[in-house]
């Protein structure tokens, strides 16, 4: 059958001499084998080239690197030849192009000059050097009329005369728009721009500085050099400093040039005009660790706007990190953990109200907590996550010896006389009692006397007790949280604080003991000696707030036992009821969405129960509700979102257990899980119709568009199963295209975990399948859904995934020329040829229709020995050799093959004639497959030419092609259908 052939039919043999290596290069050029040719290029400068050698060398490397689009080493590869041969025009012609690309058109005119002295009657060089002095004379002109534009706007803003004119305005748009040209941003640059635009930020108008800060991000985009210069001048302190004014706008405005600024350091140059070589920073660390200090300090420093806080942590959440963990170096995230996880906790342990020390919004200590388990997922040994735990418990506990010291705000609870009435009606143990008592807390904490005016007795004291940073790890790091729990007396005073008479007080211990019941063992305990408390706290709240709050973890303790109906942590229909309230609370528009967020979350956590999720589907005002909090300003709510969404949909991983598991499970008298009879998949689907009649789809869309560090990774891979539960049915995926579901999969199939990327590429290859791509995604979008759609073809996706990722793109490759240009460019189609030989008859189906379509490639039927026009050579061998096996396999189809084209002989021939063994032998084996299989069948062969093709093939050198054509002869003579000459052959 043959196996795999090479890229390239020209792929050179072992070379051992420069001469050789330099001719095989030339070959893969040829073929368009850049990368090869590189490699022999590479392979013949290793072993010694003479001067000269090394000079052509050094110039078709060049050549190679233009090709690539990689003009930075193009332009090094000259000149090095040049070095070597002063007078080598071919280098000089491509260091001119180059250069050109690079923007740099000064030094490229010079070589061009250069190499039309040396050949002067080359009409190449010529019309190559017109051109360039074309685009230098207009660049002279656009830069000689910017001068005065960027003086006369400068003038205009910073006349005090101007203020608030529509002259002013005017300018300061123009001046924005000038920047975002890299022309215009040079000009604005090298005329004292940065210095002009530091006074427009010293104004303290919110326009100018507005105004300011757009034109330094169109100065600093993608030029690292510029951005230095910038930071320089302003002072990196100056530009974060801005940061924390109240103004929400100017802080916007300043996070998006401080984010421009991380990415041209970290990444560098990469388009546009570069300015002198001299001026690119190697090694931007120093740069970035100053930014990320000053980040870090803002954190905590008195005076920073609650926003400006929110925007800080947002920027080290995403500069901070790893992007890959296959990348080794994670010194960037011990720098900051060793230098801000304290200032990180600050914000975290501060609460919105009463106001403390540090301005937060409701954001913040969620923010706070993405930034930590970010910081924590991104550690890489034992080593490293204990020091994280051991400074997160040396924070605690300092903080509650400061707390009590008076140092700085605590909570404090009062105990003593009252201790007694604050925990009426708690169910304690004895045990439990004497450790809560009044004698072991004041032994384990530092405590002092009272404030003046809360005096009451001398037997009154108050214990501090930093519960909102605990809080802030639970919902972060939970490892962290857990071992920050674990700590002496931490978990019972969270409980105790909750009888708090101050209810600000109380809604953080909740809060925090709602975090706490996250493992079963903690849950257990809480449920307990907590329900008594938090239900004494619903109805006594004197807010929503502590009411939503309380209800919220009544119903993450009743949930305790997931889907698992035999697992119930309350009475019969106690989930129902929670459920029925918290609808009410959620449906309550005259409450605030940051309280409502808590009844969403408590609706996460209940709608793992079946009978909930069908009252709430059927719950057309709380669905409205739900939908409408998710496109809120209330970012927090959209992990809850996606997470009761996730439940109603039944979108998580459920394996059905084995049979014989669960009987050997209950012979040994184990739990076994049981499904709620509601959860099959009739009841599944006439909730997702629901859901989509409810508008589910744009409510999911406006999510994905949120750019907010709440939506994280784990938030994304929700989105992404929910996408996938709605486009089960065939009949659903008009609505979900409708209401801009494919838009929004779009990013969820590019960005956020590995599980998550590859449910959200099979949502986008269901609805390619049945419908219209261009409808489903107009314009350009519709290129970017083929990345998605390969990355199924790997062979970590399951047999379903294969499938549909091929269908899909059958119906792409079948659009346009454009399109099939795309596929090919994702390397697809040696994924596509392997699926050919799969043993699943669908999936091999699906595979040689892809290949078909992809075969009507202009690029592939004109240049067939090129690496992308192998798909036409590609697509017979794989279509030759899958009939071989299958005539091989089944030799009944042998003779349903001449009933499915009259052209059967022809195609037969074609490929006992092949110029390619491969397609040869193939061919060779499926005729004599046909012959064994029919006396018939081999009748009308030895009739036909095919007689005289397999008399030479026979004849010819050893090997399969010639021993299948005797075989084939051999059969014909056994049936007598023909007969051997007189030499016995």
């Not at 706008?249 to 421009?260: G, I, M």
């Amino acid at each position: 059958m043959g196996g795999w052939s090479p890229i390239c039919t020209c792929f050179p043999p072992q070379a051992s001499s420069v001469e050789q290596l330099r001719k095989d290069g030339n070959e893969l050029f040829k073929c368009g084998d850049y990368e090869g040719a590189l490699a022999a290029y590479t392979q013949a400068l290793d072993l010694g080239a003479t001067p000269q050698d090394q000079a052509v060398l050094h110039r078709n490397r060049a050549a190679c690197h233009l090709k690539l689009e990689d003009y930075s080493k193009a332009e090094t590869e000259a000149s090095k030849a040049i070095d070597k041969d002063g007078g080598d025009v071919k280098a000089l012609y491509r260091r001119s192009q180059a250069l050109e690309k690079l923007g740099r058109l000064d030094q490229a005119v010079l070589d061009l000059q250069r190499c039309v002295s040396l050949e002067p009657k080359n009409r190449v060089f010529q019309e190559a050097l017109r051109s360039i002095g074309g685009q230098i004379q207009g660049k002279v002109r656009y830069m000689s009329s910017t001068d005065a534009k960027v003086e006369q706007m400068f003038q205009i803003l910073l006349d005090p005369q101007e203020k608030g004119t529509e002259k002013k305005q005017k300018a300061s748009q123009n001046l924005v728009v000038l920047a975002r040209e890299e022309a215009g941003a040079e000009k604005i640059f090298r005329n004292n721009g940065v210095q002009l635009l530091q006074r427009l930020l010293d104004t303290g108008e919110a326009d100018l500085m507005l105004a300011a800060l757009r034109t330094l991000v169109g100065i600093c985009s993608d030029h690292q050099s510029r951005t230095v210069a910038t930071l320089s001048v302003l002072g990196t302190r100056r530009v974060v400093s801005v940061l924390g004014v109240e103004n929400q706008a100017v802080s916007l405005a300043a996070c998006h040039l401080l984010q421009v600024m991380f990415d041209a350091l970290k990444e560098g140059v990469r388009k546009g005009f570069r300015g002198k070589e001299g001026a690119i920073v190697v090694d931007p660390t120093r740069e970035l660790k100053v930014l990320i200090g000053n980040l870090l300090e803002l954190l905590t420093e008195a005076g920073v706007s609650g926003q400006g806080r929110d925007n800080a942590l947002s920027l080290l959440i995403k500069v901070v990190p790893r992007k890959s963990l296959k990348d080794p170096d994670n010194s960037l995230t011990l720098w900051v953990i060793d230098q801000g996880l304290k200032k990180i906790l600050a914000v975290g342990g501060s609460v919105q109200e009463p106001p403390g020390e540090l301005a937060v919004t409701a954001n913040s200590r969620m923010s706070a907590s993405i930034l930590l388990s970010k910081l924590f997922d991104d550690l890489k040994c034992d080593a490293e996550r204990e020091n994280f735990h051991r400074l997160c418990e040396n924070y605690i506990r300092r903080a509650r010896r400061l707390s009590a010291a008076g140092s700085q705000p605590g909570f404090w609870l009062l105990v003593g006389g009252e201790f007694g009435r604050a925990m009426k009606g708690f169910r304690l143990s004895r045990r439990q009692t004497l450790q809560l008592g009044r004698v072991d807390l004041l032994s384990q904490f530092p405590v002092m006397p009272p404030p003046a005016q809360t005096q009451r007795s001398l037997s009154t004291y108050y214990v501090p007790l930093n519960t909102a940073t605990v809080s802030c790890l639970l919902q972060g790091p939970c490892d962290a949280g857990n071992r920050a729990l674990e700590l002496s007396g931490v978990m019972e005073s969270v409980i105790a604080l909750c009888a708090s008479e101050r209810e600000e007080e109380q809604l953080v211990a909740v809060e925090a003991l709602i975090h706490a019941a996250g493992k079963a063992k903690r849950a257990s305990f809480i449920t307990a000696n907590g329900v008594s408390l938090l239900k004494d706290l619903y109805r006594t709240a004197q807010r929503p707030a502590g009411s939503c709050l309380s209800l919220q973890g009544l119903c993450k303790l009743g949930s305790a036992g997931g889907t698992d109906f035999s697992m119930k942590q309350f009475a019969e229909g106690s989930t129902l009821k929670l459920a029925k309230q918290c609808r009410k609370w959620l449906c309550n528009d005259q409450i605030d969405a940051g309280t409502r967020r808590w009844a969403v979350e408590g609706l996460a956590y209940l709608t793992f129960d079946a009978d909930v999720k069908e009252e709430f589907v059927e719950d057309e005002a709380a669905l409205k509700a739900l939908f409408q909090l998710s496109q809120s300003e209330e970012r927090s709510v959209l992990f809850a979102v996606a997470s009761a969404l996730v439940n109603c949909t039944n979108s998580y991983d459920y394996e059905e257990p084995d049979p014989k598991m669960v009987e050997l499970a209950k012979y040994a008298k184990q739990h076994v899980p049981e499904q709620h009879p509601k959860d099959k998949p009739s009841f599944v689907r006439a909730r997702v119709k629901k859901l989509l009649a409810a508008g589910v789809v744009s409510a999911m869309t406006c999510m994905v568009k949120t750019e907010s560090p709440v939506l994280t990774s784990s938030c994304r891979e929700l989105l992404s199963r929910v996408f996938l539960a709605l486009v089960e049915e065939a009949e659903d995926r008009g609505t979900v295209v409708a209401q801009g579901g494919g838009k929004a999969l779009l990013p969820l199939a590019l960005e956020g975990t590995d599980v998550g990327q590859t449910k959200a590429a099979q949502a986008l290859a269901k609805l390619t399948i049945t419908s219209n791509p261009e409808m489903t995604f107009p314009g350009e979008r519709v290129y970017e859904v083929v990345r998605p759609l390969v990355s199924l073809l790997h062979l970590n996706c399951s047999g379903l995934q294969n499938f549909e990722a091929l269908m899909a793109l059958t119906n792409l490759a079948g659009i346009s020329e454009r399109l099939r240009q795309k596929i090919l460019k994702e390397k697809a189609v040696p994924m596509i040829e392997g699926y050919m030989f799969e043993d699943h008859e669908l999936i091999r189906r699906a595979a040689t229709e892809c290949m078909c379509n992809l075969a009507m490639s202009k690029e592939v039927r004109r240049d067939p020995g090129s690496p992308v026009g192998r798909g036409a050579e590609l697509l017979r061998r794989a279509a030759a050799g899958g009939l071989a096996m299958l005539t091989s396999m089944r030799p009944a189809l042998c003779s349903r093959i001449p009933q499915v084209t009259t052209h059967w002989l022809e195609i037969l021939q074609a490929l006992l004639l092949s110029p390619n063994q491969e397609l040869q032998h193939r061919g060779a084996v499926v005729v004599l497959n046909m012959v064994e299989a029919s006396r018939e069948t081999a009748g009308t062969l030895m009739e036909s030419e095919v007689l005289e093709i397999l008399s030479v093939l026979a004849k010819g050198a050893e090997g399969p092609v010639s021993r299948a054509a005797a075989a084939c002869l051999g059969k014909a003579v056994e049936y007598g259908l023909i007969k051997p000459n007189q030499d016995g052959e």
